[in-house]
């Protein structure tokens, strides 16, 4: 049999493969991704300025590590780390994985000491340490979680870290306009008391998602009467976790597709235009076949239902219509 691939595969120039460097590039903006928001509540808050007697440094191979933690050791403030986020930013060390690993892990540690817990950096994978990181970033952000001890994922290397964060990029910025329109209509004051959210869909529409994290945004956007949360899942998905997640991608943009069909709904209860309820249509026809889509499909769609009702805003302020919808 001819094999098509393989002969493009032994075909294809050289300077069409990732190489490692290309790799840890990719590698290092995931960590980046996902330590920002971290350093920024080390540097913001002054509670971290402390007494560092109980960090052993010679605990760390990386002389840089080791000389962070004597400074900190000797003056209780937390520079040291900041001074070397501003290297591990500028993609610095590139090919020395023990300062990743060991800065990666100098940092989850500092949370720990403020949970009272401690768990050697050595036993667990640097994915271990990142999940126990968005753990504390939670409490932070006011949502009660727990950690889930068994979410020891190994590392993303090579190929699939590139494969991966490209990807997430891609779907980011696909996403961009959708949830700046999404982000209008929840935070305009206007909006929010023109429009009340039905729980009845809410919790009908549940049943049909699987993934633990989606579960719990859905519940409180029931509890709470308002799609607010699902920003929450937007900036995790921003913060690039559950970077293989699939699932998580998949119904987090189910999630806003769900937003577009209330939103629908509810609008089409108050005014009738035919322009409207066509796209609501159009709307419910795709809710019920998303499962089945590719994630290009899904994506097109939502861009099509944006793009339609930002054309429907223009149209309303063209005629001089009152009662908006969007609020854009």
Known sequence: MFDFFGLCAQELPAYLYVNKRTELIYQRFYFIKRLRLAIEILQESPIWDMHFDQLDPLIFQNGLIQGAVIEMKKTGLINPISNLWDAFESYQHLYDSVFVQEYISLICIIYMMQKSYYISYKSVSIEYLLSYLDYCLDG?????????????????????????????????????????????????????????????????????????????????????????????????????????????????????????????????????????????????????????????????????????????????????????????
């Not at 290397?157 to 329109?181: C, N, P, S, W």
């Not at 029931?222 to 900036?235: A, I, K, M, Q, V």
């Not at 769900?258 to 035919?274: G, H, N, P, T």
């Not at 026809?285 to 769609?301: G, R």
């Open 140 to 328: 932070y952000n006011g949502y009660n979680s727990s950690f889930d001890y068994d979410r020891r994922e190994r590392l993303i290397e090579g190929q699939m870290v590139t494969d991966y964060v490209a990807k997430r990029y891609f779907i980011i910025k696909r996403l961009h306009k959708v949830v700046y329109f999404f982000n209008n209509c929840c935070c305009d004051e206007l909006f929010v008391r023109s429009f009340a959210i039905s729980r009845q869909f809410i919790n009908q529409d549940i049943e049909h998602f699987q993934h633990a994290r989606i579960r719990e945004i859905l519940k409180l956007i029931s509890d709470n009467y308002s799609f607010e949360p699902l920003l929450e899942g937007w900036r995790e998905c921003l913060q690039y976790r559950y970077l293989s997640d699939d699932q998580f991608i998949n119904e987090l943009i189910r999630g806003f597709l769900l937003f577009y069909k209330i939103f629908l709904l509810e609008y089409s209860f108050k005014k009738v235009d035919r322009q409207i309820i066509s796209l609501m249509n159009y709307v419910l026809a795709l809710y019920e076949s998303i499962n089945t889509l590719p994630l290009d499909e899904m994506l097109d769609m939502l861009d099509i239902i944006t793009e339609e009702l930002i054309a429907i805003q223009l149209r309303q302020d063209t005629e001089g219509q009152r009662g908006r919808f969007i609020y854009y």
